[in-house]
């Protein structure tokens, strides 16, 4: 199908420009980018894309290859921020900055005790550096396409990494599996293929993630951080 996916090169005061640029997919389509004063349009034509969510996968990881190259050019630091994606049939679809499960879109990464969790990480991050640096990976990895894996990945490192500080033995997983009760096999056979390659930057090896593997990272992720929390900043005190 074909779509038109439409939003910003940040940041938006740049002004960045860049001419009509189009590539081959490799699944046989095209995707053509294009942006004046910062605002982004691009025109995936992929027979084989039949969703919403596939598409700006999509058109993300094309928009940010064009916008790197932009930068790198200027020494600049661009990033892309897709906004709507609007289908042949001229239906729009708004995509936010929570992203929701691509089996069930009304499933977010979303608290439903809010204040709650708010209240509590605030007062763990102010006092532990783990929280919160994995705080900061874990959010970045909602923004990024390919580098998911690799900052939800070392989210999950940093929690490892305060329950072994107390033993000395910065890789032993084993105290964090205990109190969490996480197990080596299930971070492995949903990280393990990805982020080795993307840590040791061998992308000939690195399978391509989709926009359920990373649904799957981040909800990952978000269990692991939430009980550490829980175990960590039961209450409101300091």
Not at 53 to 77: K, Q, R
Request: charged share 20%.
């Amino acid at each position: 199908m074909k779509y038109i996916i439409t939003g910003r090169v940040q940041p938006e005061r740049a002004e960045v420009s860049f001419s009509h640029v189009e590539l081959n997919t490799p699944k046989g389509g095209t995707v053509a980018i294009s942006c004046t004063a910062s605002q982004l349009t691009v025109v995936l034509n992929e027979p084989s894309t039949e969703d919403y969510g596939t598409a700006i996968f999509e058109a993300n990881i094309a928009a940010s290859m064009v916008v790197g190259a932009v930068g790198f050019s200027l020494g600049s630091a661009y990033s892309t921020d897709l906004i709507q994606v609007i289908s042949e049939d001229g239906a729009p679809y708004v995509f936010g900055v929570r992203p929701g499960n691509p089996e069930n879109l009304n499933e977010t990464l979303a608290f439903n005790d809010t204040t709650d969790v708010l209240n509590r990480s605030l007062r763990l991050a102010a006092k532990d550096a783990f929280f919160r640096l994995a705080l900061r990976d874990y959010l970045q990895g909602i923004n990024e396409v390919v580098d998911c894996v690799t900052y939800c990945y070392r989210a999950i490192e940093g929690i490892k990494s305060s329950f072994a500080a107390s033993s000395g033995k910065t890789k032993d997983w084993g105290p964090m599996h205990a109190a969490l009760g996480t197990d080596a096999a299930s971070i492995i056979s949903l990280f393990k293929k990805h982020g080795d390659p993307a840590r040791h930057g061998n992308w000939g090896e690195m399978e391509d993630i989709d926009a359920e593997t990373k649904w799957k990272m981040l909800s990952m992720t978000r269990h692991i951080l939430k009980t550490y929390l829980d175990i960590k900043q039961p209450d409101m005190t300091w």
